[in-house]
């Protein structure tokens, strides 16, 4: 099946300091999803990405769809210790298609240092 | 407040038992699904459903048993055919058909066996 490389693994950020995040695919995908999971908790979506070259912003966090279609970045502005947590990316390959196609990242563990 | 609720939060059990993980959604949505996460690992699907009384295999189903009886329940049950049990169980729900309605997560299940 396809597969998403997301990176980096693991972050250890200083609060106030701005945070990237990218996956990447061998293959093209039509959506792009990105959920953050606070621990013991389930995945919450934070953006989600329909179009080649899309910018999308909710408050601090700010995401793009690359022109490509075959990756995503994910950019946290001013860190705040709340946004500690693990953050996935999700791709689908299909514009209208359900979440049996969705694949997901391994997942990139944020923690911020007060 | 409308949600997925999974049930219970811990679960523990000895190797070669069967356990079931409950889900319950009040969304109104027509479309279940059940993910293993293990660390450092994106989530991976088991089974999913798009109706009452239809289910169909995901990525990793083997070891695992669901039903679909009522649009609100969707049960998982982890066999003593599943090697590798251990693990961190979501359940998701979303509008059928559609890639623009986004999963909603249950908060999950850990389940320990020894």
């Known amino acids: 099946g396809q597969q998403l490389n997301q990176s980096p693994q693991s972050m250890f950020i200083q609060e106030g300091e701005d945070v990237s995040m990218n996956c990447t695919s061998s293959?093209?995908?039509?959506?792009w999803l990105w959920y953050k999971q606070e621990p013991g908790e389930g995945p919450v979506l934070l953006i989600a990405?329909?179009?080649?070259?899309e910018l999308t912003s909710n408050g601090r966090l700010t995401a793009q769809f690359g022109i490509t279609r075959k990756d995503s970045f994910l950019n946290i502005s001013a860190s705040i210790p709340s946004d500690v947590g693990i953050y996935f990316c999700?791709?689908?390959?299909?514009?209208?298609?359900?979440?049996?196609?969705?694949?997901f990242g391994s997942g990139t563990q944020l923690t911020v240092l007060p | 407040d409308g949600g997925i609720t999974q049930s219970p939060k811990y679960l523990f059990r000895k190797e070669g038992q069967n356990v079931t993980l409950s889900c319950e959604q009040n969304l109104n949505h027509d479309a279940m699904y059940w993910y293993r996460q293990d660390p450092g690992q994106g989530l991976r699907l088991i089974y999913y459903?798009?109706?009452?009384?239809?289910?169909q295999k995901g990525d990793i189903a083997e070891g695992y048993s669901v039903s679909r009886e009522k649009k609100e329940s969707f049960p998982l049950t982890v066999t003593s055919a599943q090697k590798n049990p251990t693990a961190f169980y979501l359940c998701a729900s979303s509008k059928a058909g559609s890639n623009n309605s986004p999963l909603h997560f249950g908060n999950g299940t850990r389940l320990t066996v020894t």
């Open positions: 459903s798009q109706i009452v009384n239809d289910f």
């Open positions: 293959s093209i995908f039509n959506t």
């Open positions: 990405l329909y179009k080649a070259g």
């Open positions: 999700a791709g689908n390959p299909r514009t209208s298609g359900s979440a049996r196609q969705l694949t």
